[in-house]
């Protein structure tokens, strides 16, 4: 794309995608800052006329708000350690020299491809359940009571089921990125005296310090945003509504559009909070 | 210290042998080179000896005694990748401090041994700066610092100058040598290309296949080739085989003559041929010479101002004494 007339033909051809684009983040986005400045219930009254900031002042002095900004970080986080952690290891196990490799590297995979919905039906129904569920027998074979999960560790088993979930994905691209370290540095520090541990902390860990920082920040893009887990094992109730949820919540259940789309704005700007955040702390390894 | 010992070591991957049962003492402070062409094992023997790779058979010893079990770090030898193998995220300092902070070795100590190396190897200005920042010949200067600082019993080199230029190869292989000499510790290197061997070692090692054609100095194996495959592998450019009627005269199956054992003249009686290429390098000219009556063309050393055209008529004189006589199996007969 050197002379002018090639840069100006780029131009054109990359516009309509560039206005599909546009359009796409635009629209909804303008539509959610202007309902939130109008009093808008579809069930009683509709359109009832601009409020100004009060959609905004009620839905951030709801006693249902930090409790549910509390949850989402929660979340994300437990998710993003579990999921860091063990894709770490998951990845420096695969990558052994192992019979039946290829069939293990699916079977790892195989999460990924499950849609949210159905694997949080699954793991309520058929892993969590107490009376009939795989972790209740588990518990019932050491002679123990069964964890009533959903309700008494309702954060704990969302975040099992995200992670779960997720935990592929992580291994995947932390498995690529072992791949591609170079043999032979493994085999100099060998020689230099550093014992796996060592050799894992000074040399691996360093290499995919790269892979993690991508890992927890497309990770992060999604897992704020995470609903069907949620919708379909505990409905947002003993305290795992998060910012998205109650979102939902106040749309639909309480058929307040203006209310909701004034926490839209507030979820636009708690993602960006998380995510200049996570892009000071994780960035710094992207330069390099 | 640093007498290695390789006592019926053989090599197999899965069903391959790699290498056969093979013997091999590497003397204390010697100097030694492993060379051969591509593929004939001489990065898996080095490998055996550093302990990277498991023997399939017989027993290395170091120091007289038997490291076959010992895991690399014990083994107190130091490794220089042809990759160098350099931890991309730490600097300098940290590269060559990384073995002795390994090691357990207290602050000080450690300042002072890496500036030490650091100013053998003229890195000082360097310390700071990441792998990734340096050129080619620095890098390798980092890996030599990284080998040196930890005083170990033997070097271990594997084709460490492959990745330069001609000229940086040329100042690095004295600049090795010389590192050699002062610190008189057993050096073992590899490398497929003969000037490297004949430039540098005490002792040649020459492989192919994994088998060992033949050890010994440089001259010796110049002047006296065990067999074919060494006399055409040591010696730039390479010895003039000859087989047919012209070997028979001599009873052998083979004869070999070195380029620089033939005299080229314009009116004599020897072999008569015609000029090829020429190729002049100042000091010394290169003439390739088709002759009448046989098929290879000769490599014929000449004087750097010698000036003979493409095509020219000259006769070839070989000097009977160097003269290498090889029997039908390729092996030395006189
Ligand atoms: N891990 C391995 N598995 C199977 N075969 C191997 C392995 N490593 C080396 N080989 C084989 O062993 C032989 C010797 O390999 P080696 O690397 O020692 O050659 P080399 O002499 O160092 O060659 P080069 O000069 O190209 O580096 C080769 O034929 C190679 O294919
Ligand atoms: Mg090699």
Redesign the pocket.
């Known amino acids: 794309m050197a002379t002018h007339h090639s840069r100006s033909a780029a131009r054109m051809m990359m516009a309509p995608a560039v206005i599909v684009l546009l359009g796409w983040m635009l629209i909804p986005l303008t539509m959610t800052l202007y309902f939130s400045f109008k009093k808008y219930l579809p069930l009683r009254g509709g359109d009832l006329g601009w409020t100004g900031f009060d959609n905004y002042t009620r839905f951030i002095s709801s006693s249902a708000f930090l409790p549910s900004v509390q949850a989402t970080l929660i979340i994300v986080g437990g998710v993003l350690v579990i999921t860091v952690v063990l894709g770490v290891l998951l990845a420096l196990l695969l990558d052994q020299p192992m019979w039946g490799q290829g069939i293990v590297r699916v079977l790892v995979i195989a999460p990924f491809f499950v849609m949210p919905t159905v694997s949080g039906l699954v793991w309520k129904n058929m892993f969590m359940d107490p009376v009939n569920g795989l972790l209740a027998h588990l518990w019932k074979f050491f002679g123990a009571t069964p964890v009533e999960w959903l309700s008494h560790a309702s954060l704990q088993s969302i975040i099992m089921i995200t992670s779960w979930q997720w935990l592929p994905f992580a291994t995947l691209i932390l498995l690529t990125a072992i791949q591609s370290l170079d043999r032979e540095q493994l085999e100099a520090a060998e020689m230099d005296g550093a014992p796996p541990l060592k050799r894992f902390t000074y040399i691996i860990l360093p290499h995919l310090s790269r892979a993690i920082a991508v890992v927890i920040l497309i990770q992060t893009i999604f897992l704020l945003s995470i609903f069907a887990e949620i919708f379909v094992t505990t409905a947002g109730s003993f305290g795992t509504r998060t910012l998205t949820y109650l979102i939902y919540q106040r749309v639909l259940e309480s058929q307040n559009v203006g209310l909701g789309s004034a926490g839209g704005v507030y979820a636009i700007i708690l993602a960006n909070i998380v995510a200049i955040f996570l892009m000071r702390i994780v960035g710094k390894s992207l330069d390099t | 210290m640093g007498r290695i010992v390789l006592d019926k070591v053989s090599k197999s991957?899965?069903t391959?042998e790699?290498i056969p049962p093979l013997d091999l003492t590497i003397e204390e402070g010697e100097f030694a080179v492993f060379v051969?062409?591509?593929?004939?094992?001489?990065?898996?023997?080095l490998r055996l000896i550093a302990g990277l790779e498991d023997v399939s058979g017989g027993v290395v010893k170091i120091n007289g005694e038997d490291a076959t079990a010992v895991p690399p770090a014990k083994r107190g030898l130091a490794m220089v990748f042809q990759s160098y193998a350099l931890y991309p995220h730490m600097s300098v300092r940290k590269n060559i401090a990384f073995p002795l902070r390994m090691a357990k070795l207290d602050k000080s100590e450690i300042k002072q041994r890496v500036e030490d190396a650091a100013s053998v190897l003229n890195l000082t200005d360097y310390l700071d700066r990441r792998p990734g920042q340096l050129s080619g010949g620095q890098r390798q200067r980092v890996a030599i610092g990284r080998a040196i600082v930890r005083e170990p019993e033997a070097f271990l080199f594997d084709?460490p100058l492959s990745n330069l230029d001609a000229a940086l190869r040329v100042g690095m292989r004295l600049e090795i040598s010389e590192l050699h000499k002062r610190l008189a510790t057993t050096m073992i290197y590899?490398t497929?290309d003969q000037v490297e061997a004949m430039t540098m070692a005490d002792k040649i090692v020459v492989?192919q296949a994994?088998v060992i054609e033949q050890v010994g100095s440089p001259l010796e194996l110049y002047r006296s080739p065990r067999n074919k495959f060494v006399a055409g592998f040591i010696g730039s450019p390479k010895m003039n085989l000859l087989e047919g009627s012209e070997a028979a005269r001599y009873n052998a199956h083979t004869i070999g003559i070195r380029p620089e054992h033939l005299t080229v003249s314009t009116d004599g009686n020897g072999w008569q041929g015609v000029v090829g290429v020429s190729e002049h390098l100042g000091s010394d000219t290169f003439l390739h010479v088709q002759c009448d009556d046989f098929e290879p063309t000769l490599t014929v050393r000449a004087d750097g101002e010698l000036d003979l055209d493409y095509g020219a008529r000259v006769s070839i004189t070989p000097d009977l004494n160097h003269l290498h006589l090889f029997d039908h199996d390729g092996q030395r007969i006189g």
């Open positions: 991957f899965g391959t790699v051969g062409p591509s593929g004939c094992g001489k990065s898996t023997l084709e590899v497929h492989l994994g």
